[in-house]
């Protein structure tokens, strides 16, 4: 158990809809990573926050936002669902003792149909 | 970040030594390389990170070559729950200056524990 939590585990949904997955980070982790994992893209790092505010950007469509609360968890927001949107979504946070290792939840995937 | 190369997959008998290579021949001076894996769909997991001596943890050992340009992670006594994707990542250490930024995955290496 990685202390990474994210719900809901399982997601169904039809094309055109949208989501919002929920993460919170282990205690006293700051960073809170997001991760898309497609079997034709493999492992992508989608985005990061720090502390509330946005840290890096990867390969994140515009179709998809996130944010960071004030207790530290996180949102990843996914519309106008297409059906190359279901994966497996991760979500990974570091920092409560340094910054060079993530700790990844179990993920929730993300079936559209 | 660095690129790196690693076999698709690799088989190993159980109760031995899991020896899995990665080069890494373009890595810069404060680019480290980890090791991460994954577990049939499970979040990737932290195994083992270095610079450039030889590490090891509980998990592993990680032996880099003096040039830097490939590593080796080694799991001493093989088991079936180390059937994994096994991903090898070069990057800048966050405490050396590195920026935010989230692991660039490859394909890594599929190591299959034989019983």
């Known amino acids: 158990d990685s202390g990474v939590t994210q719900t809901p585990k399982h997601l169904i949904t039809a094309t055109g809809q949208r989501v919002t997955l929920r993460c919170s980070p282990r205690?006293?982790?700051?960073?809170v990573y997001w991760y898309q994992q497609s079997l034709d893209q493999g492992l992508q790092f989608l985005i990061q926050y720090y502390n509330g505010e946005e840290r890096a950007k990867g390969n994140i469509l515009e179709r998809f936002s996130a944010q960071q609360f004030p207790d530290l968890h996180s949102e990843l927001n996914l519309s106008s669902l297409e059906l190359g949107d279901s994966a497996l979504y991760f979500c990974a946070s570091s920092g409560r003792t340094r910054q060079d290792e993530q700790f990844f939840g179990p993920g929730t995937r993300l079936t559209v149909l | 970040d660095a690129k790196t190369t690693q076999p698709t997959s690799m088989d190993c008998a159980e109760g031995r030594a899991a020896n899995l290579p990665c080069n890494h021949s373009t890595i810069s001076g404060n680019e480290y390389v980890y090791w991460y894996r994954q577990i049939h769909s499970q979040g990737p997991q932290y195994i083992i990170h270095?610079?450039?001596n030889n590490e090891t943890n509980e998990m592993a050992s990680l032996i880099i070559t003096e040039d830097r340009k490939s590593s080796t992670l080694i799991l001493p006594h093989a088991t079936l729950r180390d059937t994994a994707v096994y991903y090898c990542?070069?990057?800048?250490?966050?405490?050396?200056?590195?920026?935010?930024?989230?692991?660039?995955f490859g394909k890594g290496t599929h190591l299959i524990i034989q019983p």
């Open positions: 990542i070069v990057r800048v250490d966050m405490y050396s200056g590195g920026g935010a930024d989230g692991l660039t």
């Open positions: 270095g610079l450039k």
């Open positions: 205690s006293g982790d700051l960073s």
